[in-house]
């Protein structure tokens, strides 16, 4: 099975994505970390990406593009995977058929995760994190336990991550907005769309995914 998921910054595509992998024995591949896997091997296209990063510039959408195809070439490529996250532009998408037709890849489906702007609001801006150990905590639905705003492990005073706070979080959603309607409508024509609502517990928005992929019997 391979599969796309999409979703707004801070609708849980990450997190859903791993459970997905865990449950159907699939690879998890995120376009960060195929970027930086290339960076650490040091390829020539891993090199170039390496200048945008060091930089803290998005790395162009070709060179992102090249790099995706250069991981799905690569002979240990899975037969099955989630890509989490990407294509996020048109031409990314255009991109990526592509690479899948020319590795004989064909997409099973691409799943969209429908979160409104205000709840992911809330749920990004209450992340907290100590900078100390690095555990992370939400002021709803994981405080620490031991004293408020304290790192349950070593007691140290949490902070609100670097790109969380509120004017950061919808800068993000607006360029999403402006930027994914093409994406959704490009796979919408080709009969791979499937929107599912991305509220609930992760365990719910899990087997709501499992469901619209229709490997959940239970639905």
Same mark, same amino acid.
């Given at each position: 099975?391979?599969?796309?998921?999409?979703?707004?910054?801070?609708?849980?595509?990450?997190?859903?994505?791993?459970?997905?992998?865990?449950?159907?024995?699939?690879?998890?591949?995120?376009?960060?970390?195929?970027?930086?896997?290339?960076?650490?091997?040091?390829?020539?296209?891993?090199?170039?990406?390496?200048?945008?990063?060091? #930089?803290?510039?998005?790395?162009?959408?070709?060179?992102?593009?090249?790099?995706?195809?250069?991981? *799905?070439?690569?002979?240990?490529?899975?037969?099955?995977?989630?890509?989490?996250?990407?294509?996020?532009?048109?031409?990314?998408?255009?991109?990526?058929?592509?690479?899948?037709?020319?590795?004989?890849?064909? *997409?099973?489906?691409?799943?969209?995760? #429908?979160?409104?702007?205000?709840?992911?609001?809330?749920?990004?801006?209450?992340?907290?994190?100590?900078?100390?150990?690095?555990?992370?905590?939400?002021?709803?639905?994981?405080?620490? #336990?031991?004293?408020?705003?304290?790192?349950? *492990?070593?007691?140290?005073?949490?902070?609100?991550?670097?790109?969380?706070?509120?004017?950061?979080?919808?800068?993000?959603?607006?360029?999403?907005?402006?930027?994914?309607?093409?994406?959704?409508?490009?796979?919408?024509?080709?009969?791979?769309?499937?929107?599912?609502?991305?509220?609930?517990?992760?365990?719910?928005? /899990?087997? /709501?995914?499992?469901?619209?992929?229709?490997?959940? #019997?239970?639905?």
């Amino acid at each position: 099975m391979r599969v796309i998921l999409l979703g707004p910054p801070g609708s849980g595509k990450g997190t859903q994505a791993k459970l997905l992998c865990q449950k159907l024995g699939l690879a998890h591949f995120a376009t960060g970390d195929i970027l930086r896997e290339a960076v650490r091997l040091g390829t020539p296209l891993g090199r170039q990406a390496r200048g945008f990063m060091d #930089q803290g510039k998005y790395v162009p959408d070709a060179l992102v593009n090249d790099i995706v195809a250069e991981r *799905l070439h690569q002979s240990d490529r899975p037969a099955g995977f989630i890509m989490d996250g990407y294509p996020r532009t048109l031409i990314q998408a255009e991109s990526f058929d592509q690479v899948l037709q020319r590795e004989a890849l064909p *997409l099973d489906a691409v799943m969209l995760l #429908q979160v409104p702007d205000d709840e992911i609001v809330r749920r990004v801006t209450g992340r907290r994190i100590c900078p100390k150990d690095g555990q992370q905590y939400h002021v709803v639905y994981d405080p620490p #336990q031991q004293k408020p705003d304290h790192c349950d *492990l070593c007691g140290t005073r949490l902070q609100v991550r670097a790109d969380d706070p509120e004017g950061t979080v919808r800068e993000r959603l607006r360029v999403y907005q402006e930027t994914m309607p093409p994406v959704i409508h490009h796979y919408r024509k080709q009969g791979l769309l499937r929107e599912v609502q991305g509220e609930g517990t992760i365990a719910q928005i /899990t087997a /709501t995914l499992l469901c619209a992929l229709g490997v959940n #019997q239970k639905c």
